[in-house]
């Protein structure tokens, strides 16, 4: 039924002129091969001419009149007169529950993005590809390989849930929980929430192959996401797919691409390059084992003389000062296998830093599309490859994406669609993140925190590709060799490697019965189903436990929907659309992980069978939810300027008691499009909105009913224990609640050469739930509960316009601004602060009462008149006694500038985003200062000496601030040594490592030729073009001197953290489409 067979007609090339309703001639009118790429444009006489067959639909448009579109005849000659439009007739966008509207009749703020503009060459991740492109949406990047990316729409709602905005693909809800749910499961060191460790696998959405994409519907307020209801407090980002066009015959697109990719250097640190390894300076001992910061207790070379040796079991640089003519044992001269064994070096700073362990990568993405249509079916398939190479080195993400849409007409009334995505996913040697000790899944932790500037990293390369073992420049004892603190970087990304794989399939099966003119029913089946696999591995040799685990997760989702349509218009007066639909959500989890226990027997052989001792029982997790649905919509019009929508949602929820599950949801919105009551030569376009909104968040499982917990570590008798959780849930929970009002105004002017859209909103998000202390003679330490509020207030303006527009040339601009401020009203009574998550070194991340959500917690400097006091004992800076805010990670205001310029057949655009604002702690200069590997921690005082000089000896540095008294500080601190001997750098109040994550950036850049039509014929093609891509390409400002701001650990509530940030890649490309 669905198999459509079709035959290319003959080409010939159809040429004309394009007038307005005068007659005169419209240049830079674009004409347009409906279902291809292939196009043109009217020149300074209105004249055009294109190849193309007959039967095929030309679409001509133009900004200010009405869009034409006409079938290629008989004749080669084709006039057109197009008509100029005072208001948006003709635009329709998809919005929630898949229904297409008039821009003009909704309510609600929306952002349309075409698909070319969220399909940037080299990027793979279709959510990076929204950056800086629509007002109030935040999205903040992860640098790590195939990594996860977050994204808030005007603001957090939920203390302690799900932020994340919703994803509609052709009407399916995508399961996009951020990869990293592994790091609950086994050893609890590996919390990547705690910045503990742990591997980034990313996004789920970045299966959508990006080449399909039509189009991007971004519905920002609770007005146009309330059909979806209880999931659709966080906004949604409705993504229809490419399908056969209306008059296609069968074509070809092919498309294949290259991207190389370096490492951004202003997005890594840079090295002190006077001191070496070592904490204590140059301590030089009673019993003269060290002198001058060396050891000096072993003849290595057998000359008689006692040979001086950096202290390798240290990872710091707080050593000896380097000295070229000075030489001594370095670290590879310690391993017979090596040729530098036994042979002294001088003792200077490396060559080769860190900094020259990242490589150029070199990613590849191919896809073919086949589509076309007829009178009564039409398809489109598109098969694709990406092969993305990390800049670290044996790191790879490869993508194979097979994807069909297809609709068939059985009658008149009767259509079936089908839409289909299988996706298989695999990934190697994904960065790790957080800080997780002696596992260093995250080698950024001793590159940034923990590390010996006179380790040559070209050394560290040559042995163990020498040797095949795990050399280090970090021996527990010069003859033991065995790695104290850190492996060799290279041993780590070759032996300690990860890998995944995950199989995906979505889609949906969809009946559409047109019952008459004005009355119509849907019916659709639709699936998100993916199950994966997660290894990780630490080889025997390594610092950590040598160990394998395996995380299977299966996921499924169902939903089944139906809905009644009603769409009339009386005497072209009164207009009415009504729906009326029901849906029925059903959600599957089960995931399995296993881990081997106290080490491996075999070396090299992975698997949970080879451990050391026998194997715990495996975790295991099984959840299902299910949620019924009944809507209704209403829609009321009055001669095209009036409009009045009415929404309303009632969900069960089976996760809550048959007496509490059920809750209603309910939306209000009008807009009044004056232009069509008033006359105007310079306004086409203008509409007053205004809409309020209630929307829901439900819990999870976990936080409603309260699981057995299995022990894996402990029985009695031959029985493995159980427990309850020392959280008490609630099965009376309600969904958290929240309450929108936004107001909004459009206009267009000068026949839609400028335009601008405001939005003005507020929101307040009730029955938080957070889980809070409770007294233990309840036998629990926590319980959850409904408590709390949020508000949100912001304002958004985009602002798009045609400064330059002639015969060969045109300028488009679109720049967008939005400021969200959030603020926590209330949590529990007697509580005033929320602690969403704590970190590496104590810092926390906060919800508390009147401050905006997202602060950051720690030691705060002691000030006085503002400025910072230094203790005049010590020269040290004085702590605040308690934690204190000393950070907000939220961003001032976010925007973004988009330009765009054609001149004849070529095309440049760029794309610059920017972020004012939001603070950022870095727990790598945290560390880094105390083992002194930063410039900041070297240099010279007002007395010329360095200041690592002890005191007696000129040396000392005088910290920034104020005595006491509020007099200017003199003291000179002494900070000859290491964080571990009392070192001051090491000592610093956290605050002084809370950074403004401001940037300015140039995300985008593309040149595009397209090949004109006459030659593009001449090879054999309907189309063809090539394009020289870039993104990342420079950070124009940034505060942050040693990281990219955005650079995190993973996607979630808590950021403005870094631990072990990796740098950012600037990614260069070059890419070729084809049309057949």
């Known amino acids: 039924m669905l198999a459509i067979g079709m035959a290319r007609g003959q080409q010939k090339t159809v040429s004309g002129n394009v007038t307005d309703q005068s007659g005169a001639p419209l240049p830079g009118v674009s004409i347009v091969l409906v279902g291809t790429t292939v196009g043109t444009q009217s020149d300074f006489d209105g004249n055009f001419s294109i190849q193309a067959s007959t039967g095929q639909e030309l679409r001509f448009s133009y900004i200010g009149f009405a869009t034409k579109s006409l079938k290629v005849g008989n004749s080669n000659i084709i006039d057109v007169v197009l008509s100029e439009s005072n208001e948006q007739l003709d635009e329709v966008v998809v919005t929630a529950l898949g229904i297409s509207r008039e821009k003009k009749s909704l309510g609600y703020a929306t952002t349309e993005l075409e698909g070319d503009q969220v399909n940037v060459p080299g990027e793979n991740n279709v959510i990076n590809s929204l950056s800086g492109k629509a007002a109030g949406v935040n999205i903040t990047r992860n640098n790590n390989l195939g990594g996860s990316t977050n994204v808030i729409i005007r603001g957090v709602t939920s203390i302690n849930g799900d932020n994340q905005a919703l994803f509609v693909v052709d009407g399916v809800p995508i399961n996009n929980q951020p990869g990293n749910l592994d790091v609950t499961y086994g050893n609890g060191n590996n919390d990547v929430g705690g910045g503990r460790g742990g591997y980034d696998y990313g996004n789920p959405v970045s299966d959508i192959d990006p080449s399909t994409i039509e189009s991007v519907n971004i519905l920002k307020g609770a007005a146009a996401t309330a059909l979806y209801g209880s999931r659709a407090a966080n906004g949604a980002i409705i993504i229809t797919t490419k399908r056969g066009q209306e008059g296609e015959n069968l074509g070809i697109t092919v498309n294949s691409g290259i991207t190389v990719s370096r490492m951004d250097k202003s997005t890594f640190m840079k090295y002190q390059k006077e001191y070496g390894q070592g904490y204590f300076g140059d301590l030089t001992t009673e019993s003269g084992s060290f002198i001058g910061g060396f050891r000096t207790t072993l003849d290595l070379d057998g000359d008689g003389t006692i040979d001086p040796l950096p202290r390798y079991n240290d990872d710091a640089s707080f050593g000896p000062r380097f000295d070229p003519n000075l030489n001594v044992f370095h670290w590879n001269a310690l391993v017979e296998e090596l040729p530098t064994y036994l042979q002294k070096a001088p003792w200077v700073a490396a060559e080769n830093d860190p900094s020259t362990f990242f490589r150029t990568a070199f990613s590849y993405n191919n896809s073919i599309s086949l589509a076309g249509s007829n009178e009564k079916s039409d398809f489109r398939t598109t098969y694709s490859n990406s092969i993305q190479h990390g800049i670290v080195p044996n790191s790879e993400v490869v993508r194979n994406n097979l994807s069909a849409n297809m609709g068939y007409k059985l009658s008149d009334q009767i259509k079936v669609t089908v839409n289909a995505n299988y996706t298989n996913t695999r990934g190697k040697g994904r960065n790790g993140t957080g800080y997780d000790g002696a596992n260093a899944r995250n080698l950024m932790t001793s590159f940034r925190q923990w590390y010996a500037v006179n380790v040559d990293f070209e050394d560290l390369r040559r042995a163990y590709e020498q040797t095949g073992r795990n050399i280090t420049w970090n021996w527990k004892t010069p003859d033991a060799q065995q790695p104290e603190y850190w492996d060799n970087p290279y041993w780590t990304i070759d032996k300690n490697i990860q890998e995944d794989q995950r199989n995906r399939i979505f889609g949906n099966v969809g009946l559409e019965y047109g019952i008459n003119d004005w009355l119509s029913a849907n019916f659709r089946v639709s699936v998100d189903h993916f199950s994966e696999l997660r290894e990780q591995r630490i080889a025997l040799g390594s610092v950590g436990t040598p160990s394998f685990s395996s995380f299977n997760r299966r996921f499924s989702e169902l939903n089944y929907d139906a809905t009644l349509n009603y769409n009339k218009t009386f005497n072209d007066i009164f207009s009415v659309t009504g729906l009326l639909g029901m849906n029925i959500r059903r959600t599957s989890t089960e995931i399995l992980y296993a881990e081997t226990n106290g080490g491996l027997i075999l070396p090299g052989v992975f698997a949970i069978s080879n451990s050391l001792n026998p194997p715990n029982p495996p975790s295991e997790d099984f959840s299902k939810i299910g949620v019924d649905g009944v809507f209704g919509s209403l829609s009321l019009g009055y001669k095209n300027f009036l409009y009045l929508d009415v929404t309303a949602r009632q969900d069960k929820a089976s996760t809550l008691p048959v007496d509490n599950n059920s809750f209603f949801y309910p939306s209000v919105s009008t807009s009044f499009v004056f232009s069509n009551v008033m006359e105007s030569n310079w306004l086409n376009f203008g509409k007053l909105r205004l809409n309020y909104a209630e929307v829901g968040n439900f819990g999870t499982p976990q936080s409603l009913v309260s699981p057995v917990l299995l022990n894996n570590d402990g029985s009695f008798a031959g029985t493995n224990l159980a427990s309850v959780s020392s959280t008490l849930r609630n099965p009376n929970l309600k969904p958290e609640k929240t309450r929108s009002i936004e107001a909004g105004l459009e206009a267009t002017f000068f026949k839609n050469r400028l335009g601008f859209d405001f939005a003005a909103y507020k929101t307040n998000s009730i029955d938080q739930i957070i889980d809070v202390a409770v007294s233990t003679a309840t036998g629990y ?296």
Not at 800 to 822: D, L, M
Request: proline content about 4%; charged content about 20%.
């Open 781 to 1076: 330490s926590r319980k959850y509960v409904n408590s709390g509020e949020i508000e949100n207030k912001g304002l958004e303006v985009s602002i798009h316009g045609t400064p330059i527009r002639t015969n060969n040339f045109e300028w488009n601009v679109r720049a967008n601004w939005s400021k969200n401020q959030s603020k926590v009203l209330s949590l529990f009574d007697g509580v005033d602060n929320f602690e969403v998550q704590s970190f590496q070194s104590g810092i926390t991340f906060n919800a508390t009462v009147g401050r905006p959500y997202g602060t950051l917690r720690g030691s705060n400097f002691v000030y006085v008149d503002g400025k910072p006091v230094v203790d005049q004992d010590t020269g040290a800076y004085l702590h605040s006694d308690t934690n204190e805010e000393i950070g907000d990670t939220n961003p001032n205001w976010i925007g973004g500038l988009y330009n765009s310029f054609r001149y004849k057949n070529f095309s440049f655009n760029f794309l610059i985003d920017v972020r004012s604002g939001g603070d950022v702690y870095s727990l790598d200069t945290y560390y880094g200062f105390g083992s002194g590997i930063y410039p900041e921690t070297v240099g010279t005082n007002s007395l010329g000496n360095p200041i690592r000089n002890h005191l007696e000896d000129g040396g000392g540095y005088v910290f920034p601030g104020v005595a006491p008294d509020g007099s200017p500080n003199t003291k000179l601190a002494d900070v000859s040594d290491a964080v571990y001997s009392g070192g001051l750098f090491g000592d610093l109040p956290q605050a002084y490592h809370v950074e403004d994550g401001s940037f300015v950036k140039l995300r985008e850049v593309a040149l595009t030729y397209n090949l004109p039509n006459k030659l593009a014929g001449k090879l054999g093609v309907q189309g063809a073009s090539i394009a020289l891509t870039g993104s990342n390409l420079w950070i124009i400002h940034k505060n942050m001197k040693y990281s990219d701001p955005e650079a995190g650990f993973s996607a979630g509530n808590a950021q403005g953290v870094q631990i072990g940030a990796y740098p950012t890649a600037k990614n260069y490309g070059l890419n070729v489409k084809l049309e057949f």
